[in-house]
């Protein structure tokens, strides 16, 4: 997949360094979506609406954050263990594109994610530009904490 978008996209990476757990494990906890409720800053609702005969999902989304909501629809598709793309040109979008992928390492595993993304509002690209970085953060130690809880023993949260 490429992301590559007409300007002015919005681009981002994150990379996730897990010494402990593997590729498979943190594949597992980035491809249960409807999970995502439960963990993710912003996610209000994600449910797998449809798995297709290629393999790939229709999901429906709910993002939001205090009074402000988004629904809209994506695809993910994927090739487990190594990467899971969702892309969407729905809703907010005119166009979104997320890839993870899962490199091992050791006995750990590399994440890197990639997300460009095209507002067909000006408005919400000018507040996504400004408050991505600060979210951003947020969003990366929640799925470290999330793959802690499932990975390492901790009774806390079950999948």
């Known amino acids: 997949m ?3 978008t007409a300007e002015p996209a919005l681009r981002r990476h994150w990379r996730l360094d897990f010494p402990a757990f593997t590729a498979e494990q943190l594949f597992a906890l980035v491809a249960d ?3 995502y409720p439960a963990f993710m800053p912003g996610c209000v609702a994600a449910r797998v609406l449809e798995r297709r005969a290629d393999g790939s999902w229709l999901v429906d989304n709910v993002f939001g954050f205090g009074p402000l909501r988004s629904r809209f629809s994506s695809t993910a598709r994927f090739a487990a263990p190594e990467w899971l ?5 729905d809703g907010p979008w005119r166009r979104f594109a997320l890839r993870w992928t899962f490199t091992p390492e050791g006995a750990g595993c590399r994440v890197d994610a990639e997300v ?4 067909r509002s000006p408005l919400l690209a ?5 408050g ?3 979210a951003e953060p947020r969003i990366v130690r929640a799925f470290e904490e ?4 499932l990975y390492a023993g901790n009774p806390e949260d079950t999948p």
């Not at 793309?85 to 040109?89: F, L, Y």
């Not at 460009?116 to 507002?119: G, I, P, T, Y």
């Not at 000018?126 to 400004?130: D, E, G, K, W």
């Open 126 to 130: 000018a507040l996504a530009r400004t």
């Open 116 to 119: 460009a993304v095209e507002f």
């Open 146 to 149: 999330r793959a802690r809880r």
């Open 132 to 134: 991505l970085p600060a």
């Open 33 to 35: 979506i409807e999970g």
């Open 85 to 89: 793309e969702i892309v969407s040109q």
């Open 2 to 4: 490429t992301l590559e």
